[in-house]
């Protein structure tokens, strides 16, 4: 092989190399999206970016939930409530971490974790909101929250 050819070989075998690390550094920096167990248990492993997801349902349709213990209400993005279906809301007026701003308030929706589905919630959709969905206390009430350094469990509160 001459030269010019063993260079070009050289160049495929790096941008090879540096392609495959890409791709394996974009997986470990994925949230790790816990769901629901046969158990009725949820185990929630901590993602890298230190928070807690979890896939579950709306009115029947997927959705990845940050779980936030500090937010009084289910939310989602304005892209997500088009494209659950959600009907528009009442304007509301919804204090967040970054301060006050202007949302939606529709009510009569059902969220569900794996078996456990909670009706009549009230969902804020937000329109500047980063995030797709957060999972607040309007829902979280209804289970038992433990959470250690390094996972959050969500089980069925005991009756």
Request: charged share 20%; no cysteine.
């Amino acid at each position: 092989m001459n030269l010019p050819g063993k260079h070009y070989l050289a160049a495929l075998v790096w941008i090879a190399l540096f392609g495959i690390a890409y791709m394996v550094i974009d997986a470990q920096l994925q949230p790790k999206v816990a769901t629901a167990e046969s158990g009725g248990e949820i185990v929630i492993p901590r993602s890298r970016d230190g928070h807690f997801y979890v896939a579950g349902k709306i009115n029947g349709e997927p959705v990845t939930f940050m779980v936030d213990t500090g937010a009084s209400t289910v939310s989602v993005n304005s892209a997500l409530a088009g494209r659950l279906g959600l009907p528009r809301g009442r304007p509301v007026a919804v204090g967040t971490a970054g301060g006050m701003t202007q949302g939606e308030e529709v009510t009569g929706q059902t969220v569900s974790l794996g078996g456990l589905a909670v009706r009549d919630v009230r969902i804020i959709v937000l329109a500047g909101m980063p995030g797709e969905a957060l999972l607040g206390q309007n829902v979280l009430r209804h289970l038992e929250v433990v959470q250690t350094a390094e996972r959050m469990v969500l089980r069925r509160k005991p009756e």
